[in-house]
């Protein structure tokens, strides 16, 4: 599967972004879709999950409350919603998908799409 993620950007501190994570290749909706980010010098952290049927979510603890991982098995793409952004929010962003167990694990995703930065300005 090729994942391409958009809707990256710059946004003042309390603002909302939403990116997107289209899919092609096989079958989108038998993946676990996961949103990681990654800043400057810092490795790359889970943000989100979602199950392949949209039933399941998880999120990190630093993002719970403010972001919100959707899918959209028809159209072969999944969202995340970030509201009450906050600086340490500063990332590059990038969607993946699995079959695999293991939500918040890296190592558990087979494939990745190209990121997106998003910046949070104080």
């Known amino acids: 599967v090729q994942l391409q993620a958009s809707g990256g950007g710059l946004v003042q501190a309390g603002g909302s972004l939403r990116l997107s994570c289209a899919a092609s290749?096989?079958?989108?909706?038998?993946?676990?879709m996961g949103w990681f980010r990654q800043a400057p010098g810092k490795e790359r952290e889970f943000v989100a999950a979602?199950?392949?049927?949209?039933?399941?979510?998880y999120y990190a603890d630093s993002v719970k409350g403010r972001f919100t991982i959707s899918r959209d098995n028809a159209k072969s793409t999944v969202y995340l919603q970030m509201n009450s952004m906050k600086p340490e929010d500063t990332a590059v962003y990038y969607c993946?998908?699995?079959?695999?167990?293991?939500?918040?694990?890296?190592?558990?995703?087979?494939?990745w799409g190209q990121g997106t930065q998003v910046t949070v300005s104080s």
């Open positions: 979602i199950s392949w049927s949209g039933d399941n979510t």
């Open positions: 290749g096989r079958t989108f909706g038998r993946y676990v």
């Open positions: 993946a998908a699995q079959t695999r167990n293991g939500i918040y694990r890296r190592d558990s995703y087979e494939y």
